[in-house]
């Protein structure tokens, strides 16, 4: 899957000059916490983030009277407080990289180029989207984590030995164990008794960690 089948379309943008409560009052009336930056040729030149927005005021000098403050607030824009060097993405990228990406930045989005054009949003929130789909957190079914041997052709005996009981597998992910030699693995399936998937799991020597039924 890649980025841009994920994405968020047509991001809501702002410009270097907008002032910080223009700012502020777009991210509520969006509904967004980030807004990409663009400057008069539309090319990306910041990224500002609600929290820059909130965090932002003159210093706490007790001679500035509330109305004062307000004033200086109001003349702040978000060039002065916008991040400058942008990590974005293209949009045929796999979506593993734009969630490596984002970890090993520590951001919670990116946007999305076609060349150098804005096309899109890749967020945490889309992320957390996609890990629902991934373990099927919507769809009912017998929920089964297993623990097994990271060999060739394992998974495929699992899969075969599931599909001969007429099982359906509807999500299945596959994550580290406590070290090289094993994988845990987490699926749903639908059309199987448990007392059949229990001895398909026996059948491949899998070590059964959680099994539970699964309302979706």
């Known amino acids: 899957m890649l980025v841009k089948e994920r994405m968020s379309r047509h991001p809501v943008t702002i410009r270097p000059e907008t002032s910080l409560h223009d700012a502020l009052r777009i991210m509520r009336e969006a509904k967004v916490r980030r807004l990409p930056v663009l400057d008069k040729k539309n090319r990306v030149v910041g990224i500002v983030l609600e929290k820059d927005l909130l965090y932002a005021s003159p210093s706490p000098a007790t001679s500035l009277s509330v109305y004062e403050m ?3 607030i109001s003349r702040i824009q978000v060039k002065e407080l916008m991040t400058r060097n942008v990590i974005t993405i293209e949009e045929d990228c796999p979506l593993e990289d734009a969630a490596r990406i984002m970890t090993d930045n520590d951001i919670s989005g990116l946007p999305v180029m076609r060349g150098e054009t804005l096309v899109g949003m890749i967020t945490e929130s889309d992320l957390f989207k996609i890990f629902l789909e991934l373990l099927g957190a919507r769809t009912w079914g017998l929920r ?3 623990k097994l041997a990271d060999q060739r052709g394992a998974l495929a005996k699992l899969a075969g030995g599931l599909s001969s009981h007429g099982a359906n597998i509807v999500s ?4 580290w164990g406590d070290d090289p030699t094993n994988s845990l693995i987490t699926f749903k399936v639908q059309g199987i008794e448990r ?4 001895a398909v799991l026996k059948d491949c020597g899998a070590e059964v960690v959680d099994i539970r039924d699964s309302e979706g």
């Open 172 to 175: 299945l992910g596959t994550f």
């Open 144 to 146: 089964v984590t297993i």
């Open 70 to 72: 307000n004033y200086l």
């Open 195 to 198: 007392a059949d998937v229990e």
